[in-house]
């Protein structure tokens, strides 16, 4: 794709990953867009714009860059300092998927410079590594609505979205932690919460590509909002406000974001609002 000394740009959507029941599986890729430029250079460096441009490191320790080294590895590459530019949109920690935009970006960038042309079966494996899991990559890599797996490896397949489903995320000034919420997770839980989950991930295949009047029933959970409530106290309670409004809401990811589907979305104190489309995947441009 790229000519040595070329700069190549990439776009990667931001994500909401659970969906409600479909822990750990479930994804969806949103039209908010971080873009990345990067080329050959004779030292590694990294300028920010937007998100993240106070705090985020400007090194090879930045995660798309270390994610860039991490694919040239893999693949029997020469590792090579690059010259990055962010212009980031994505707000960061806040369950949207910025780390997998990094880590995705990252690895179609490697792919990029070096002249592959990377199956996304191999980019996902890779992203999904490097990630820990694969319900975030997924959607970003592929975009639109994904069931993420792994069996060793990872793997996804793309579901056709339905026409209605309109996508709401409420953004808190807060930011949240994936290693926090994952730790207020139990060892163990009820078979009937298992069993509750199980017909409700499935209830949302549907109701995300044929029937968007279920997404209601299809995004409710047992398995994990309830036990990250007390680090994410707002957006639980966000949640449960969106929800007596009949309007479908979960947790976002990891949180503290909350996702809804709803044409006409409320104000809630503390929280912004973005209106947005179901995404298309990681594209060069």
């Given at each position: 794709?790229?000519?040595?000394?070329?700069?190549?740009?990439?776009?990667?959507?931001?994500?909401?990953?659970?969906?409600?029941a479909?822990?750990d599986s479930?994804?969806?890729?949103?039209s908010?867009?971080?873009?990345?430029?990067?080329?050959?250079?004779?030292?590694?460096?990294?300028a920010?714009?937007g998100?993240?441009?106070?705090?985020?490191?400007?090194d090879?320790?930045?995660?798309?860059?270390?994610?860039?080294?991490?694919?040239w590895?893999?693949?029997?590459?020469p590792?090579r300092?690059?010259?990055?530019?962010?212009?980031n949109?994505?707000?960061?920690a806040?369950?949207?998927g910025?780390?997998?935009?990094?880590?995705?970006?990252?690895v179609v960038?490697?792919?990029?410079?070096?002249g592959?042309?990377?199956?996304?079966?191999?980019?996902?494996?890779?992203a999904?590594?490097?990630?820990?899991?694969?319900?975030n990559?997924?959607?970003c890599?592929l975009?639109?609505?994904?069931?993420a797996?792994?069996?060793?490896d990872?793997?996804?397949?793309?579901v056709p979205?339905?026409?209605?489903?309109?996508?709401?995320v409420?953004?808190?000034d807060l930011r949240g932690?994936?290693?926090?919420?994952?730790?207020?997770?139990?060892?163990?839980?009820?078979?009937?919460?298992?069993?509750?989950?199980?017909?409700?991930?499935?209830l949302?295949v549907?109701?995300?590509?044929?029937?968007?009047?279920?997404?209601?029933?299809?995004?409710?959970?047992?398995?994990?909002?309830?036990?990250?409530?007390?680090?994410?106290?707002r957006?639980?309670?966000a949640?449960?406000t969106?929800?007596?409004?009949d309007?479908?809401?979960a947790?976002?990811?990891a949180?503290?974001?909350?996702?809804?589907?709803?044409?006409?979305?409320?104000?809630?104190?503390?929280?912004?609002a973005?209106t947005?489309?179901?995404?298309?995947?990681a594209?060069?441009?």
């Open positions: 794709m790229s000519v040595n000394g070329s700069e190549v740009t990439v776009r990667v959507p931001a994500t909401s990953a659970n969906l409600g479909g822990f479930l994804g969806l890729a949103l908010l867009y971080d873009e990345v430029s990067a080329r050959f250079a004779d030292e590694t460096t990294v920010i714009e998100e993240g441009s106070g705090t985020l490191p400007r090879g320790s930045h995660l798309i860059v270390s994610s860039m080294w991490t694919a590895r893999e693949w029997g590459e590792v300092p690059v010259a990055l530019r962010c212009v949109v994505i707000p960061q806040r369950g949207l910025s780390s997998s935009a990094a880590i995705v970006a990252g960038l490697a792919s990029a410079l070096s592959r042309s990377t199956p996304n079966t191999e980019s996902l494996r890779l999904a590594a490097i990630e820990g899991h694969p319900d990559v997924a959607p890599l975009g639109g609505f994904t069931i797996w792994s069996n060793g990872a793997w996804a397949v793309r979205t339905a026409d209605g489903v309109v996508p709401v409420y953004v808190p932690l994936t290693a926090h919420a994952r730790a207020a997770l139990p060892g163990r839980v009820l078979h009937t919460d298992a069993a509750f989950n199980l017909a409700r991930s499935a949302m549907h109701a995300m590509s044929s029937d968007p009047d279920l997404l209601f029933e299809a995004t409710d959970d047992r398995l994990h909002q309830q036990y990250r409530a007390s680090t994410m106290p957006s639980v309670e949640v449960a969106l929800r007596s409004r309007i479908p809401a947790i976002s990811g949180g503290p974001s909350v996702l809804a589907f709803t044409d006409a979305p409320p104000l809630l104190d503390g929280f912004t973005h947005v489309s179901v995404a298309n995947g594209a060069l441009i």
